[in-house]
T-cell receptor, first 112, second 114 residues
Framework: DQQVKQNSPSLSVQEGRISILNCDYT??????FLWYKKYPAEGPTFLIS?????DKNEDGRFTVFLNKSAKHLSLHIVPSQPGDSAVYFC???????????FGKGTHLIIQP | DTAVSQTPKYLVTQMGNDKSIKCEQN?????MYWYKQDSKKFLKIMFS???????INETVPNRFSPKSPDKAHLNLHINSLELGDSAVYFC?????????????FGPGTRLLVL
């Protein structure tokens, strides 16, 4: 029962272009959403978050958009840089659960 | 300085053995967690521990027992290891258990049960 879904296992983007990573969720009790970035052999690193009362949060090159009615969020990275190549996990919190509920991740590859 | 550290980084062991994984955080956080990343790459919460209160995920077998000697440490002991326990185990911590609190993850412990 996947409550957080990332349907694209991988995404390839040219350096300098925009990377858009998508995430869908099914649990309407989720009220806080996060994106984590993970390099091989390391733990996930927090990137950006958004509360369910907002529809957009921006931090430098990273912007997260939330569409509550569609239960969809996306992470935009612009411009994409080689160091952005990593696995990106969408996570959600709320609904009584104490921990984070993660998606399976999307492997972003930035091509020179 | 490493904020959240785990030992060992790799653990290879035989089925039926008992093993422990250690986690330490130097962030002064009150809440710590254990997550399991299985072969399908899902990261799933196993436990959270806040100020001596343990919240157990019901799907975790009771062969898994977290132990917290103090606020900075949350160890994971696994009895009678099974093949299906092979996974990457991540420890994390946050300032408090609140839903807005950012969780900081350790580098993971790769457990392989033969």
């Amino acid at each position: 029962d996947q409550q957080v879904k990332q349907n694209s296992p991988s995404l390839s983007v040219q350096e300098g272009r925009i990377s858009i990573l998508n995430c869908d969720y099914t649990n309407s009790m989720f009220d806080y959403f996060l994106w984590y970035k993970k390099y091989p052999a390391e733990g996930p690193t927090f990137l950006i978050s958004i509360s369910s009362i907002k529809d957009k949060n921006e931090d430098g090159r990273f912007t997260v958009f939330l569409n509550k009615s569609a239960k969809h969020l996306s992470l935009h990275i612009v411009p994409s840089q080689p160091g952005d190549s990593a696995v990106y996990f969408c996570a959600a919190r709320g609904g009584g659960a104490d921990g984070l509920t993660f998606g399976k991740g999307t492997h972003l590859i930035i091509q020179p | 300085d490493t904020a959240v550290s785990q030992t060992p980084k790799y653990l290879v062991t035989q089925m039926g053995n008992d093993k422990s994984i250690k986690c330490e955080q130097n962030l002064g956080h009150d809440t710590m967690y254990w997550y399991k990343q299985d072969s399908k790459k899902f990261l799933k919460i196993m436990f959270s521990y806040n100020n001596k209160e343990l919240i157990i995920n019901e799907t975790v077998p009771n062969r898994f027992s977290p132990k917290s000697p103090d606020k900075a440490h949350l160890n994971l002991h696994i009895n009678s290891l099974e093949l299906g326990d092979s996974a990457v185990y991540f420890c994390a911590s946050s300032q408090s258990p609140g839903p807005r609190e950012t969780q900081y993850f350790g580098p993971g412990t790769r457990l392989l049960v033969l």
